[in-house]
């Protein structure tokens, strides 16, 4: 091979027919004859890029770091692509020339400074060079993307331990938030107050404060935090916080006085104005509530429910006609308006027109068929006209769909006391109780069901899967003979009338009775497991089994 390179005339000619036999040693995975050859070449031309490239990747790949830098860089000066520049910073960073690698990465954070990962290895080479304040910078910049970074935060702590005691134990009490510990984060800001006289500073650190005493429903001191704040700082959100707050402790009257403070700063924050307003009403003070409201549907006039607000109000001052009419424009807009419809409802009871104020009702649960609140006006508006069965009934379903079970029991009980042969109460009783896991307690209502009318297969079913459930194969079996005297084709009472008695060893009417099933179940991939069955209760039935076994018992012994 040396006398065919020797043979062709010219550096050009030479490095292309070199370039072509490296090329092959490569696909061949020859590295050793390829670097040979890729030395000689930059021997004749020592800016080839591609060879420059080659060779610095063998180099790499032999972990020669110093050697594969100093030709990466040559070809990012004739080839300065992004690619490849990435790939020589990573081989910059292993050959330990870090300065250059954050030179290179730098470079991508100006075209894109939301990138995590170049920003994460800035900041950790700045940190390899002690370049602490591009480390901190970097890092910094990391918790702007993500302020939960937990690498960024245990470094910057370190970094900080030293240098600004306030942002150490700032970044501590993050990690302590960030890992469950609020306790702990509670003391690190305590401690970061003690560190700084700026009052910026202060404030956030209050806040943050705050936050946590009330993640831990620790309203008073969270309240104290929000008073020191607005001692400094005349921040609306801060107010609002401390209102609610004093609604937490069941101190409406200071609340009340937050949120005049507010609209004195802000005369149109309407959050406020409704909190305001709803807290008037619970005062009786509805003429001050009635002022707030409308002054709010005129900044806020395209929520309907500032409207509805108002008629709640009107009704209260007994302006009848008034609030008729507003309710009546709501619902003009959008007759679905449940809300409105609910206050409607209550005004044709204050009016005694019981009639108007069940249909109203009725229209509200037919809107929101699976709802709570719709069951829930239909509930009240039955208990006020004391209709006794429909209240708990409805007060019935609506803790029902609240997944308030035990609730729910109660009221279907109460309900069922005024008719006792309600099915469709006995029904959400069963339902109810096997949801809870009282799955006799379930079955007896079944079985009320079922002495009710007795055409009901459907509760007799039910019995049968419960007593199965529990192997209580006795009870089990009467239920499916039951039900197979109303049906003898029930090919569900006669599987499960299969499985008691194979469960209780009856082999003979157990296959008798799989044996019938087949006969009339449609295919399914059940029938398979099934036909098993019947195979292998055959085999018990005529000692083909026991016999079987003997043999290999024997077999053992006679090896």
Not at 20 to 29: F, G, R
Not at 486 to 504: F, K, V
Request: aromatic letters at 10%.
């Amino acid at each position: 091979m040396d006398d065919r390179l020797s043979s062709v005339n010219g550096n050009v000619d030479t490095v292309k027919f070199k370039m072509n036999i490296i090329k092959t040693y490569i696909e061949k995975q020859e590295y050793e004859k390829a670097k040979t050859e890729l030395i000689n070449v930059l021997e004749l031309e020592p800016e080839n890029v591609e060879a420059n490239y080659w060779l610095g990747q063998i180099y790499q790949f032999e972990e020669k770091y110093s050697d594969a830098a100093e030709l990466f860089a040559k070809v990012m000066q004739n080839n300065p692509n992004d690619e490849f520049k990435l790939r020589a910073a990573e081989v910059f960073e292993l050959a330990d020339r870090d300065r250059e690698a954050i030179d290179i990465y730098e470079e991508f954070y100006n075209k894109n400074n939301k990138d995590a990962d170049i920003i994460g290895k800035i900041a950790h080479l700045a940190r390899v060079i002690d370049d602490n304040r591009k480390a901190v910078e970097f890092y910094n910049k990391l918790l702007e993307i993500d302020n939960n970074d937990i690498l960024a935060l245990n470094e910057l702590i370190d970094l900080y331990q030293h240098t600004n005691r306030y942002a150490y134990y700032q970044h501590k009490s993050t990690l302590n938030k960030i890992e469950g510990r609020p306790s702990q984060a509670i003391g690190c800001l305590k401690k970061a107050l003690l560190e700084t006289e700026d009052e910026n500073q202060q404030i956030e650190t209050r806040k943050e404060l705050a936050k946590l005493y009330l993640q831990q429903q620790n309203y008073l001191l969270a309240i104290d935090e929000f008073l020191k704040i607005l001692e400094k700082s005349e921040d609306i959100e801060i107010y609002k916080n401390l209102a609610e707050a004093y609604m937490s402790v069941d101190s409406p009257t200071s609340a009340m006085e937050v949120y005049e403070n507010i609209l004195k700063i802000t005369p149109d924050e309407k959050d406020s104005m409704r909190e305001l307003a709803e807290i008037y009403i619970d005062f009786e003070e509805n003429k001050k509530a009635l002022v707030l409201l409308e002054k709010l549907e005129k900044l806020d006039f395209s929520n309907p429910q500032n409207a509805v607000n108002i008629v709640k109000v009107l009704i209260t001052l007994q302006k009848d006609d008034e609030a008729f009419e507003k309710i009546n424009q709501v619902l003009t807009k959008d007759n679905k308006n449940v809300e409105a419809l609910s206050v409607l409802a209550d005004f044709y009871l204050i009016k005694n027109e019981s009639e108007k104020a069940l249909q109203t009702a009725q229209k509200i649960q037919t809107i929101i068929p699976n709802s709570p609140f719709g069951y829930k006006k239909l509930a009240e508006v039955n208990e006020k006209l004391n209709n006794s069965f429909d209240t708990h009934y409805n007060y019935g379903i609506y803790h029902d769909l609240k997944g308030e079970k035990q609730l729910a029991i109660d009221e279907f009980t109460w309900a069922l006391e005024q008719n006792d042969e309600n099915i469709n109460v006995l029904l959400k009783l069963a339902k109810l109780y096997e949801e809870v896991g009282e799955e006799y307690v379930a079955g007896e209502y079944y079985e009320k069901i079922y002495g009710i009318d007795n055409s009901n297969i459907s509760a007799l079913k039910k019995m049968s899967d419960i007593f199965i459930e529990k192997e209580d194969y006795s009870r089990a079996m009467d239920v499916c003979d039951a039900i197979l005297k109303i049906n003898e084709n029930d090919i569900d009472a006669r599987l499960n009338l299969a499985i008691i008695q194979e469960a209780q060893k009856d082999y003979e009417n157990a296959l008798i009775n799989y044996n019938l099933y087949l006969e009339k179940a449609p295919l399914t991939p059940q029938i398979s497991e099934i036909r098993k069955k019947t195979e292998l209760l055959n085999k018990k039935i005529n000692g083909e089994d026991n016999e079987g076994l003997l043999n290999k018992v024997f077999k053992i012994f006679f090896k």
